[in-house]
């Protein structure tokens, strides 16, 4: 059974940091690119940042979120992170893993958890 599981949101004052865990299970961890994409209520999807399969694992990031976010994978333990700093209420959003299996863009995914809720505020 594939699952993506994740971790770690809460509510966070602006400025603040989080950081998000997705554990991730039932597929090949290690060949899938890794992403994570957020919705804000009343918005689609937005994709925030994905890091490459592979050992020379290369990471890419929305505008909106690069200087400020940096993701990472851990092959060995099949999980993703999402170090979040210098929050803005504009990131207030339900934050995805997904992941993608098949040959595409980094910004493309056929895989997705059910999401961990940030909401920046003060």
């Known amino acids: 059974e594939v699952q993506l599981v994740e971790s770690g949101g809460g509510l966070v004052q602006p400025g ?7 554990a991730a299970s ?3 961890f290690g060949s ?5 994409v957020r919705q804000a ?3 689609g999807p937005e994709w925030v940042s994905g890091i490459n399969s592979g050992g020379g694992a290369r990471a890419y990031y929305a505008d909106s979120v690069k200087g400020r976010f940096t993701i990472s994978r851990e092959n060995a333990n ?3 992170s999402l170090e979040m700093n210098n929050l803005k ?3 207030t959003a339900l934050y995805y893993c997904a992941a993608n299996t098949r040959p595409g863009s980094i910004e493309e995914s056929d895989l997705r958890g059910q ?5 920046v505020s003060s």
């Open 41 to 43: 209520p009343g918005k």
């Open 16 to 22: 603040g940091s989080l950081r998000l865990s997705c």
């Open 32 to 36: 899938a690119d890794m992403s994570w």
């Open 26 to 28: 039932g597929f090949t």
């Open 115 to 119: 999401g961990t809720q940030v909401t």
């Open 78 to 80: 099949t999980t993703v």
């Open 89 to 91: 209420p504009e990131d």
